[in-house]
């Protein structure tokens, strides 16, 4: 949990660290207020698996760095008690240690601040610690030299030697900047935070060390802090409001005291969030937009705030809504870019470490390219090789017949990114493309977005996801469980990942599961496809804006 109480005494006292700066401020008032009611809640298998490889990634870092230096560093006990823990880092802080890992920070009971960081760095040039923090995300992203205005800070994470890098990106990650900040407030309160008022965070690929300064985010932090802490002791109400994190939220289908959950809440009110989900509800509100029927009424100018797309949609989708309409038709025809060979691709990956499996669909025929070596594995360089050569084949024997060709995925982000990765990271191998051959394919015609075309064409008040659209189009899971995150539960049952021995009934489990992916996307294209026959279509079952634009 992101904040506790402590036991015996004062009731007020309760601590947080970081995690809680992000995120849903009335989950955290839950988590606080009534712990007892999370006994025995299973832990989401997808937070788990991140967690468990978040764990894996800062043991290797620390490993390589420690094993470069043994004599520069300390490392402090993780198996020692908490307050142990925090009396070892500040010894070892006090002895001016140039390298610590594993610090941990007393707790502060009058603040409520708890937190260590991976590492703590003592400023060569200034004296006090510097935080650096070891994440399982990726912070940059590579790129060609080029002239800008601003250009990250980043350090040999062997070294420290902070200078402007022209070869990298910045990710914004405000989850990390927030807890350099929590960081630097705990170090400044015993006179053991750099003057140089920057922190560092080592990414996913372990390559550099990005600096953040850390002075312009103070300010930000204090009132988030201020607010977070005072929700964790009950000082400050909270009502639910949909986000992305709801998902996954064990409150969402839980009640306290007899009272309805998050999501009978939100129903009950017709919270606007249930229509503009995160920050569009927050601007909303801010307009004196209250409830999904407050929108639905909307008159007069759009809101000058207002980042969201088109304000007119927002006020169409809260009518939809009400109306019961799952989407709502943008054009007057619906049209998806067809061809006379039609192949359809869903990829299945496992966290970072790799796709081990591509599926496709060609003529009603379902072909997996797989391995069930556990990622990361060489062999996953086969099955992509595999996967590469055969649809080219396909492709090519199209052109050879004179017919045309496309492959349909449903949200390319994914599948273009391990279309990449694999390419680069298998180059030279049997089949494998290199990386001009893949973006010459995804930057052409024949390779379409189903998602693009849903989100061009349709307002979707319920979502836009594959299991939100194609059961409108008349497609139904196999399994009642089928997404992503149970997907990768189920992959480490598949492969043995946990040490166990490999499941046969997981890895058929994944199959279907991938099977329906790509039949799922064909049927969709087909309902958006009125020119096909077809038994129903787009156009004749969704309404038109026109439907709403005078109000339900």
Not at 46 to 62: I, L
Not at 235 to 247: A, D, Y
């Amino acid at each position: 949990m992101a904040g506790d109480r402590s036991t015996g005494g004062d009731a007020s006292i309760a601590f947080i660290d970081a995690r809680a700066l992000i995120g849903c401020r009335h989950r955290l008032h839950r988590n606080a207020t009534h712990p007892q009611l999370l006994t025995g809640v299973v832990e989401d298998a997808g937070v788990r698996q991140r967690r468990e490889a978040a764990t894996a990634h800062r043991n290797k870092v620390r490993d390589a760095l420690v094993g470069a230096d043994p004599d520069g560093w300390v490392v402090i006990d993780p198996g020692l008690r908490a307050t142990e823990r925090a009396e070892a880092t500040m010894r070892a802080c006090v002895a001016g240690a140039q390298h610590i890992w594993g610090g941990l920070l007393p707790q502060e009971p009058d603040t409520g601040r708890r937190g260590g960081s991976e590492i703590l760095l003592r400023d060569p040039d200034r004296g006090g610690y510097i935080p650096v923090i070891v994440v399982n995300h990726k912070v940059t992203d590579p790129r060609k030299p080029e002239p800008a205005d601003f250009h990250p800070t980043t350090s040999d994470p062997y070294r420290w030697d902070p200078r402007p890098d022209p070869y990298r990106k910045l990710r914004q990650q405000p989850r990390d900047q927030q807890r350099l900040a929590h960081l630097y407030r705990m170090l400044q309160r015993h006179g053991l935070a750099s003057p140089a008022l920057v922190g560092g965070v080592i990414g996913y690929h372990f390559d550099r060390i990005l600096v953040h300064d850390l002075g312009p985010l103070l300010a930000d932090y204090d009132l988030r802090y201020a607010d977070r802490i005072a929700v964790v002791r009950n000082e400050l109400p909270t009502v639910p409001s949909k986000v992305p994190e709801c998902r996954q939220c064990p409150w969402w289908s839980r009640g306290v005291d007899g009272g309805p959950s998050c999501e009978g809440w939100l129903v009950e009110h017709r919270d606007v969030s249930l229509v503009a989900p995160g920050s569009r509800a927050e601007v909303l509100r801010g307009h004196g937009v209250q409830t999904i029927d407050d929108l639905a009424a909307w008159v007069g100018d759009d809101p000058e705030d207002w980042q969201h797309g088109p304000f007119d949609e927002a006020v169409v989708t809260a009518r939809a809504w009400l109306a019961g309409a799952p989407l709502v038709r943008r054009v007057d025809r619906v049209r998806v870019r067809r061809a006379d060979v039609e192949v359809d691709v869903d990829l299945e990956s496992f966290q970072e470490y790799g796709a081990y499996l591509w599926g496709t669909l060609l003529d009603g025929v379902y072909r997996p390219f797989v391995t069930w070596d556990p990622l990361p594995t060489e062999d996953e360089g086969r099955s992509f090789g595999e996967f590469w050569i055969w649809l080219m084949t396909v492709r090519a024997e199209a052109a050879t017949a004179g017919k045309t060709f496309a492959a349909y995925c449903y949200s390319r982000t994914a599948e273009d990114k391990w279309l990449y990765e694999s390419a680069r990271r298998f180059a030279g191998r049997p089949g494998v493309p290199t990386v001009e051959q893949v973006r010459a394919f995804v930057d052409g015609p024949e390779w379409v977005d189903m998602f693009q075309a849903v989100s061009d064409q349709f307002i979707c008040p319920n979502g836009k996801g594959l299991k939100k659209i194609a059961p409108v189009a008349g497609f139904a899971w196999r399994d009642p469980e089928a997404g992503g995150e149970a997907s990768m539960s189920w992959y480490r049952q598949a492969v043995g990942y946990d040490g166990g021995e490999p499941d046969a009934t997981q890895r058929t489990r994944l199959l279907e599961y991938n099977e329906d992916d790509v039949r799922a996307t064909m049927v969709l294209r087909e309902w958006m496809s009125p020119d096909r026959p077809v038994a129903h279509c787009a156009d004749l079952e969704v309404p038109g804006l026109a439907d709403f634009r005078a109000g339900v």
